[in-house]
């Protein structure tokens, strides 16, 4: 743990978001995804037991959005014709508007398949134990 | 996450109970614990934000205590001198309770250095980010 | 060996079903599957000696099979003009009634090399030794 | 698996079988002996599902015992007091009787300390999930 | 060293053997052969100062030959118009007839750059010392 | 780099500083210091081009000095005799003062050799490129 | 440290830049390039805290830039519409002049797009600092 | 060292001449060769400091060229329009003569280009220190 | 393979004799030493099948004896009270003249635990599989 | 190869020279040293084929002898009785005065077996190719 920083991250978190770079993205996944083959390549770093909305506040006292683009946060859309609900994305909103001035303009939402490529190629997949339904997040890096 | 198996419990730390036998001993430290250093010849599992509480709960669901022992369970005696109040015990005591008959009377005390020295020969070390003090425990694996 | 998980998964293959997420396979092979060489790109964990049967009734209380398609489960199709009989897929479906309320609805066929080529991209898999033929199975993992 | 090998021996299980020399040792460990914790120098070996008869047996087909020492073969001694039963040692000494014209006359005591320091130094571990209880047994190797 | 089993068998080897299935193939190649390069994506096992004979014959004692294809044992095809003479063919038909009821009637020819590439994926190359010409073999493994 | 943390931080010195706990020690070493082989058997994180001052101010934003112990922080005693000036002692006790209300009481002396021998024992060794001689400086963590 | 060398090129990038040979290409990235997810594939060296000017000047000191094409150096091209001002870039072309007699003739533009491909194939990326804008630079090694 | 095999042969660089086999290629590349980042699907053994012809000269001597290709040596061609003087080239062949009967004649060309693509899938390229220019040279193995 | 080195000699044996310096001791084992117990802390390099005598000869046609010591090379003392023969020393001792002048008395013996205290701390073993009994020897590198 | 730094100078032997620290030591060894067994605590550094005088004189031009010892540079004692003469000291002593104003009054002697011990606890071993008697030779870095 250190001062000032959420302990909540781990240190291998930490060292994970400090380097990723501009236009690098992160996903936080809920507690169904398949995050370990879908982070093959990517650098998979567990959190299990914990809820998105905890870490993702917590990561983005740290972390910058991307402000070159316009939804530097993306969530995965519901499929047509499933009528979930999804309150946890209000939350999520929130923890945005916190940190970032743009608030929910900021997120996207991006094609359930097309949000599985995407997360293939990211630089790291947080798996959380979230069991809110469509609860995965991506998050794109900003210049500090 | 599986059926049946508490969420908080990663998968590597399953693995490590599961592999674990009679007598190896298991410590759950508190977040300003210094786990790496202690756990350089044990196996070091990271559990950044939670509290020891519903790690221990979760641990006991599926780990038996050693009853061939008085003390399955102990913790890091209060150093002479010290006021510091300790009401995790009492919480700590009452999770035992609910999954070994003995409850209370299975914790012991082992002196501050004494139980330095048991932790480095630990099998494993769970780094928690409890903000208690004198939060450390440590377990002894029993049959099954 | 833990307190409510059978005794025959080992502490790596609870880990591996621990960490397999929603719409990962795995695949139980008999013990004249290539696992080794089918798996190169997989996690291969050896059961020899043990049968498909007991693998999968202990896999089957701790893992989900998916909800959200039709077959979470699948055998590999008979060779069109092969006579033989395959009991062992009774005793599968048995299993699966026990454990999932679709029973045998919930078990579709797989070409035979359509079923090599899904293997291959299977997250693990179990390597068994078992001797009856058409014995492969391999299961879907569902939401928790 | 190959032709006249029993199956139950896995493959790795097969090299570190043949790769022991002459006084090498190798311990059968039950299913709550601490096998990785006293394994730490060995190579250790999971067999679990399988109980130590079946995994003797099928060892004793390949794997000659020392005939340059008396007691090849070596027991945890009961601990003075314990008045539990041991029938699994008369069914250990029926398979080595098969395999070795001494029989039981191989077969020796070691105290349970003392077991466990020489545990600490063989080969390899193989960790079954006996449930029986003082089921450990330790072979040492002999020459081709 | 192990009873009953050839002693030219490696541990290493020996391990390769067991942990081939149903279809996968070997190759036993001479002394000339590349196989380090074609083996990048294989296990290659060195037997320098072997002749293909002897590795062949102490493995036939143990692997089985795929019953299920006409030809499970392959030669590389003598170049047109090379006049070389190939009598270690009949030792290896000799030797196969020991093992295989079918004898020579198991084995067939592959052009020299087919047999490349099947090399290439081969699970294993045994890198033998053997001196004659056209001397490589290539077994598939069939079921116990 | 993140947000409200000192871009001379390196995502690899971040993740040490966080998983450091009470009481372990890091050594910030001059240029000269023989970092790698003092560090053998500690964690060794190079900054070169570096000065001592810039990397312990960044260090000490985050890093709590510890509170149980009269000097978390030492210097290397000058040798006797030796008449060698140290002003960058009075830059650390400087900004050792912005960042614990002690100041420069936090800061003990320890005798070259003796100095030696804890630095092979420390946590982490972070090499500068520092050139005022006497430049290393050990800290000890605090709790949060 | 060693005579005669910038003390800020750290043991490792001595390493690299003596390894690269003819046309080999190294880039020199600034504080918000994804040097880890684009140098996947290359070998990424850290130097945080440091700008991009002192790097590239101890670079320049050993490393002979390529004299078989025109522009062996080259920067990130401005976006269209992009008004920012690169002033590094005169910086750059400077510290260029004192090691190469083409000076800023040396020195290229690539298109981003072009440029981050360009570094996918990079040999090694090194990761300052840097807050300047558009100031990331690529030089491509001569022969000695 | 050993008797009768020249000592500028390193124990690797021996123990890659062994295990090559018909056919396969190696490069003996000059100090500007980009030999790390060419051979990075090969094995790169350094020879720092060290002439092609002294290497060249100390290969030959253990190692044969393919009698089955018309050139089993090349050079890489003098690019059109460059009037380099290549007289290192008499050297290498005066020493090819001592060691291969066909002498100048078993040394053809290769454009540049495709001599680097060569390059890329060679076994091994020894890197040396050689300062001549157009000194790299391609050997392709013979049999025993 | 390599021209004028025997066969027998595999690339990595061919390696570490190479690398072996004046004294380095070399054990030839024969196929019931305990080679890969003792070898904890050596190079174990397998040759099964294979005899003493010929790896022996091999190894001597490039390997020279210590010429320091009086015997460069050791045989295990046969145990006080056993009557066995040991015809292959005399087999050894002729291999020996023909690489080294002073032939048989070049030879000394070391009593069976001493031998095994001086296994333990050799630089390499060579396991064959050599089946006569008192069949290990040791060789200690001479200068080149 | 760089700029002003000379070409027999590898790499790796580059980044062990700059990484080394005031009063870390440095072996160059002769090529008859058991240099791998001495240095299986330390890096070794294979010169094969390199005498030590060019070896020495390179490394001399980047490291600086340690000014606080009066023997920065030792020597291996001739043994008491070996009438052996010693010709390549003066080169040594040549080439060390031309790179420190002590020249031959820096260079000290160490009794053979003190030579040996120092050298296991040396921070790298150079391996040269050296032919000449009693030509060890050990440095102690400096400071810059």
């Known amino acids: 743990m250190l001062k000032g920083i959420p302990a909540i991250l781990s240190p291998e978190l930490l060292k994970v978001l400090c380097e990723m770079g501009h236009s690098d993205r992160l996903v936080i996944s809920d507690g169904n995804f398949p995050a370990e083959s879908m982070g093959k390549d990517a650098i998979v770093i567990r959190c299990d037991g914990h809820g998105v909305p905890e870490i993702l506040d917590a990561i983005l006292q740290v972390f910058p959005l991307d402000t ?77």
């Open 68 to 144: 070159y683009v316009d939804h530097p946060v993306n969530l995965m859309e519901v499929m047509p014709g499933d009528t979930v609900e999804t309150p946890i994305w209000d939350t999520y909103k929130d923890i945005i508007k916190k940190n970032d001035s743009r608030g929910a303009a900021a997120v996207g939402n991006i094609e359930r398949f097309a949000f599985y490529d995407e997360a293939r190629t990211a630089y790291a997949i947080v798996a959380t134990g979230e069991k809110a339904l469509y609860a995965n997040i991506m998050l794109q890096k900003g210049v500090i």
